[in-house]
């Protein structure tokens, strides 16, 4: 029972802090936000017993994210002023607060054939679950499933994953890595060739 | 009110992953876009945990004398799917930061005036 009063107060803090992310203005505050964001994220998981999704989400999600985030805006900001302010829209957008809406409304409607939370009978439980869960430990000796599963149950899919990342860390490098021509350097290159 | 308490996480969801949704398309700043990308992506995260969630269950680590555990398959998958989301936001956050250099602002619409000024 107290799980589950536990884990409707920190889904409450969890929206309510989403919204104030979407309301604020300062991207530092904003990025700060995101880090509670993902901070709570990790403590809902561990109530949900995913412990390895917990840590995961706490030094990747608060921990990395959030650099990459501080980091960027280091890159960003104006120069003269201390904080980063978003630039208030022209229009007011009430075109996306319709979509946003409906597809809700929708979703909503969808949840209605889920059983509820933690019942034990759902289509999910059923199937593979189960099989994991009785032959992880005399197929791989390994007690932690998630991690049996992971690495050899789906290796493939965690080669993939791997994959995905240094396709994109090698994207990174070569949008931001080395040296690169400054854009003013650049053009001062093109006003000299335009006169020669 | 059983059907409230046992839906409540879907509709935190389903609100997160609309909070996520129109801070992508309403917001003009584009670090602020992917934060709501972000925010889009945890909802993922948070529906695929629930549904993995049983009742007196205890996270799915074999140990003597526990007959019933989480079902480890959607941890496995969310792993996956927060390890690749951190490298497509860096991926992200290097475009924000070439997109600054180039135009000198990472808001939208400022970017759509230089756009159509040249």
């Known amino acids: 029972m107290i799980d589950v009063v536990v884990d409707i107060i920190l889904l409450t803090f969890l929206a309510t802090t989403s919204i104030a992310i979407m309301r604020m203005t300062n991207l530092f505050a904003i990025v700060m936000l995101f880090g509670i964001f993902s901070l709570l994220s990790a403590g809902l998981f561990v109530v949900m017993d995913a412990p390895d999704v917990a840590f995961t989400e706490a030094a990747v999600g608060a921990g990395i994210s959030t650099v990459l985030m501080l980091a960027t805006l280091a890159l960003v900001k104006r120069p003269k002023e201390p904080y980063y302010d978003e630039a208030p829209r022209a229009h007011r957008a009430w075109l996306p607060l319709i979509v946003v809406t409906i597809t809700g409304s929708a979703l909503v409607y969808g949840t209605w054939d889920i059983p509820n939370f933690g019942s034990p009978d759902a289509p999910s439980q059923t199937h593979v679950a189960r099989f994991y869960l009785e032959n992880s430990m005399p197929d791989t000796g390994v007690p932690n499933t998630v991690t049996a599963v992971l690495a050899s149950y789906r290796g493939f899919d965690t080669l993939g994953e791997v994959t995905v990342i240094f396709t994109a860390a090698v994207a990174v490098l070569l949008l931001i890595g080395g040296k690169r021509p400054k854009p003013a350097l650049r053009s001062k290159d093109e006003e000299a060739q335009d006169e020669a | ?118």
Do not use: C
Not at chain 2, 18 to 33: D, E, P, Q
Not at chain 2, 35 to 54: E, H, M, P, R
């Open chain 2, 1 to 118: 009110m059983e059907f409230i308490i046992g839906h409540y996480n879907y509709w935190v969801v389903i609100v997160l992953m609309m909070v996520g949704l129109y801070t992508v398309i309403s917001r003009g700043n584009l670090v602020k876009k992917i934060i709501g990308l972000n925010i889009f992506q945890v909802s993922v995260f948070f529906l695929y945990i629930s549904l993995g969630t049983v009742e007196g269950g205890a996270a799915p680590i074999i140990a003597e004398g526990v007959k019933v555990y989480s079902n480890p398959l959607p941890h496995v998958l969310i792993l996956t799917a927060i390890v690749v989301g951190v490298a497509t936001t860096a991926l992200a956050l290097a475009l924000v930061v070439r997109i600054k250099e180039t135009y000198g602002t990472i808001e939208e619409d400022e970017i759509h005036n230089l756009d159509h000024s040249l």
